[in-house]
């Protein structure tokens, strides 16, 4: 399974990092949005992954 996240949808809530640290990450600049620091995600996490997708509301998340 692989993420990326559509920055210029992200708002910036910092959703996913909080459920799936394992994959993304705050980018912490000035107009702070959500980076995939892990491509490929690590099989223990494909549930949190999905779970971060699910709850971001702009639909900035694409896994395959
Ligand atoms: S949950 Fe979505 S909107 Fe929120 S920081 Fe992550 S990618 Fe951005």
Redo the contacts with the bound molecule.
């Keep these: 399974m692989k993420a990326t996240?559509?920055?210029d949808?992200?708002?910036?809530?910092?959703?996913?990092?909080i459920?799936c640290p394992e994959v993304?990450r705050?980018n912490g600049g000035r107009n702070?949005?959500?980076v995939v620091h892990s491509e490929t995600v690590p099989e223990e996490a494909d549930n949190f992954c999905v779970d971060?997708?699910n709850?971001?509301?702009?639909?900035?998340?694409r896994i395959c």
Aim: charged share 25%; proline share 4%; with cysteine.
């Design positions: 996240v559509e920055t949808l992200c708002k910036g809530c910092g959703a996913c990092e459920i993304f705050m702070d949005f959500a971060a997708r709850c971001c509301k702009p639909k900035a998340i």
